[in-house]
Each structure stands twice: as structure tokens, then as C-alpha cells.
């Protein structure tokens, strides 16, 4: 079992800067995939970043160059530096565990971007 925490979301102005924390329960270098997705009010749930157990990281196309996916291996912790905020990135963020066998799902944050 895999527990996952995120902290960090809020009120954010467009043009911002928000960073997320998610709180792995389990050494980071177990876990196959750990990525952020997000979710909008009557829209599916996308994928936003991911960063794999050797370090490598991908982007949705939608946030490249102003998202940034990090990790902090002695704190088993990751984060989604969001820069650059526009206000279609209003939604909930989950942070997600990949095991292969299994998947893991946090409880998820609001992120808002507003004038």
C-alpha cells in the first residue's frame, strides 16, 4: 500500500507561480512512475508530469516549458513547480503511484487561477 499526500494548491493570479508537494509513503525508488495529473469540472483526468524511478521526466504538451516535475529522494517527496499560471490550469491535481501491480491515488488539491 502506497499512501500519497498533496499539499500546496490555492489561489493563484494569472502569469503566478504555485508549487505542489506530494508526500510519498514508501522509498520513491520502489515506485515505477510517480506523476501529477488533473482534473476540471466535467473534463477527464489528465496527465500533467511524471518522473520515473531512474529520474527521467516527461510533460503534457500544455504545460511544458512552464511546469517543472522534481523530486527529493530523502524525503520520498515530489513536487510540480507550476510557473507562468494561466487560468485554463484551474482544477484539482492528484499525485499518482504507479507499483505496476497496483496503482495509488492521493486525495488531491484545488488549484485556482483568477483575477
Known amino acids: 500500500q502506497v499512501q500519497l499526500v498533496e499539499s500546496g494548491g490555492g489561489l493563484a493570479q494569472p502569469g503566478g507561480s504555485l508549487r505542489l508537494s506530494c508526500a510519498v509513503s514508501k522509498n520513491i525508488y520502489s515506485i515505477t512512475l510517480l506523476a501529477w495529473y488533473r482534473q476540471a469540472p466535467g473534463k477527464q483526468r489528465d496527465l500533467v508530469a511524471s518522473?520515473?524511478?531512474?529520474?527521467?521526466?516527461n510533460y503534457a504538451d500544455s504545460v511544458r516549458g512552464r511546469f517543472t516535475i522534481s523530486r527529493d529522494t530523502t524525503k520520498n517527496t515530489i513536487y510540480l513547480q507550476m510557473d507562468s499560471l494561466k487560468p485554463e490550469d484551474t482544477a484539482a491535481y492528484y499525485c499518482h503511484a504507479d507499483r505496476r501491480v497496483a496503482q495509488y491515488w492521493g486525495q488531491g488539491t484545488q488549484v485556482t487561477v483568477s483575477s
Open positions: 518522473i520515473s524511478s531512474g529520474g527521467k521526466t
